[in-house]
């Protein structure tokens, strides 16, 4: 059975840091890109990244371009989003998402809910 | 960037009667259309993909059509479990972008 399990969501304040995970099981992770979606409080679902399954090529929004940075560790079945310089705006719940290259979202993890205030 | 619109924003009908979600594409999207289902408090849902193909376990009610910059998402009978916000996606160019959603709910 496939699972994504998101965490790392936390309270910051803005220009802050945090690091979000997401554990990956039940299928072969490395072969599959992954990528990241929020849905800020109220509002419709939004892209934010994704990563080839052995992590040599990502793409960004450019809403978070530079501030926020999609990696994988194939060794632990986990993808990360490392976020910096963080903002009001980016106040959202942070769905991992299996596929999003030659794929649809097939499967998604709970979410983990990041807020930035202060 | 690629556009998604979709309409209605807001659909209110009843059990039992047919649904018509409509997605527009700015520019061509050939046939990477796919639709979620969201419910309150979860995660979002593959319903079709590919414009027309049902992901596994997805009732047969539920059907897409459409290609190039016109999709539909077409519930034959409503069920009171399919009332929930309904989001068109693309995956042809980057970056991906999703529709604003469409709220159906119970008349």
């Known amino acids: 059975e496939v699972q994504l399990v998101d965490s790392g969501g936390d309270l910051v304040q803005p220009g802050g840091s945090l690091r979000l995970s997401c554990a990956a099981s039940?299928?072969?992770?490395?072969?599959?890109?992954m990528s990241w979606v929020r849905q800020a409080p109220g509002k419709g679902l939004e892209w934010v990244s994704a990563i080839s399954g052995g992590g040599t090529s990502t793409y960004h929004a450019d809403s978070v371009q530079g501030r926020l940075t999609v990696s994988r560790d194939n060794s632990k079945n986990t993808l990360y989003l490392q976020m910096s310089s963080l903002r009001v705006d980016d106040t959202a719940v942070y769905y991992c998402?299996?596929?999003?290259?030659?794929?649809?979202?097939?499967?998604w993890g709970q979410g983990t809910l990041v807020t930035v205030s202060s | 960037e690629i556009v998604l619109t979709q309409s209605p924003a807001t659909l209110s009908l009843s059990p039992g009667e047919r649904a018509t979600l409509s997605c527009r594409a700015s520019?061509?999207?050939?046939?990477?259309l796919a639709w979620y289902q969201q419910k309150p408090g979860q995660a979002p849902r593959l319903l079709i993909y590919?414009?027309?193909k049902r992901a596994t376990g997805i009732p047969a009610r539920f059907s897409g059509s459409g290609s190039g910059t016109d999709f539909t998402l077409t519930i034959s009978s409503l069920e009171p479990e399919d009332f929930a916000v309904y989001y068109c996606?693309?995956?042809?160019?980057?970056?991906?972008?999703f529709g604003q959603g469409t709220k159906l709910d119970i008349k």
């Open positions: 039940g299928f072969a992770f490395s072969s599959f890109a």
């Open positions: 996606h693309q995956r042809s160019n980057w970056p991906r972008t």
């Open positions: 998402a299996k596929g999003g290259w030659n794929t649809p979202y097939e499967y």
């Open positions: 590919d414009a027309s």
């Open positions: 520019q061509s999207v050939s046939s990477y």
